[in-house]
């Protein structure tokens, strides 16, 4: 199966950036829709951003749209998500994910990578 590790959280103050990777193991990476989820303390895992398998197309939840980028390198089978104007509400583990179709919902996903924490102070 495909294992995916998270890497670029950390500890900003609000209005910065992060720049956070998934890497993919495997030969098929490509094949797949890759998208990030997060958790903030206390709340359900919600949607952030998804990618389409050539990297052509992506969505965004409305909370991060004009802030946050996902993009992808199928030639290093690593995601991003680029986060910019960063809010104390941004604070959650984040999580890419890997699945077969272009969706928002988290049990359209088949492969979890382990999280990464961002944290945002006011």
Do not use: H
Request: net charge positive.
């Amino acid at each position: 199966q495909v294992q995916l590790v998270e890497s670029g959280g950390g500890l900003v103050q609000a209005g910065g950036s992060l720049r956070l990777s998934c890497a993919a193991s495997g030969r098929t990476f490509s094949s797949y829709v890759m998208a990030w989820f997060r958790q903030a303390p206390g709340k359900e895992r919600e949607f952030v951003a998804v990618i389409n398998r050539s990297g052509g197309s992506s969505a965004k939840a409305d909370s991060v749209k004009g802030r946050f980028t996902i993009s992808r390198d199928n030639a290093k089978n690593t995601v991003y998500l680029q986060m910019n104007s960063l809010k104390p509400e941004d604070t959650a583990v984040y999580y890419c994910a890997a699945g077969p179709t272009y969706e928002s919902t988290w049990s359209f996903y088949d492969y979890w990578g382990q999280g990464t924490q961002v944290t945002i102070s006011s």
